[in-house]
């Protein structure tokens, strides 16, 4: 599962991996090969097309409807989403956790991404990320739409 993250994602995802209590095994597992498999961005590259922590992502599972959450831990102080709770419509926004199957195969894909997604249940779907909205400088700004991989 080819991915980019940040080094704030990476960190944040190599802090989940020493929890406690610890992550489900098989969630855990999965994980360990987001990080091991992660492509590392550049710390300047503020404006890259990879969904991060605090990005409001619109995706799909197994080719279904789309659906539209914030990608992150719900239980976090509101401050890790910079900006969340003067966004319009934000309480009515839902939270893509980040401890989740679907949550950790988001993080690090770009727009019109396609991956393998493991469950619970050991069965394996699809997950699109179709969009990325990502918080910047006080305005909500869409990402740039990527060709089709």
């Known amino acids: 599962m080819t991915s980019c993250l940040c080094a704030k994602d990476f960190t944040r995802l190599e802090k989940m991996r020493h929890e406690t209590p610890p992550l489900d095994v098989l969630l855990g597992r999965l994980l360990c ?51 969340a709770p003067n966004e319009p419509g934000a309480k009515d926004l839902t939270y893509l956790d980040l401890r989740s199957f679907v949550g950790i195969t988001v993080i690090g894909l770009k727009p019109n991404q396609h991956a393998k997604l493991l469950s619970s249940d050991c069965t394996v779907g699809t997950l699109t990320l179709h969009d990325i909205n990502r918080r910047s400088g006080g305005d909500s700004t869409p990402m740039p739409k990527t060709p089709p991989l």
């Not at 091991?36 to 990879?50: E, S």
């Open 33 to 83: 090969t987001k990080l091991a498999d992660a492509r590392l961005l550049d710390d300047m590259d503020d404006g890259h097309l990879y969904a991060a922590v605090g990005d409001i992502i619109s995706y799909s599972l197994n080719n279904g409807p789309m659906q539209t959450a914030r990608l992150g831990i719900p239980t976090a102080p509101q401050s890790q989403f910079e900006g």
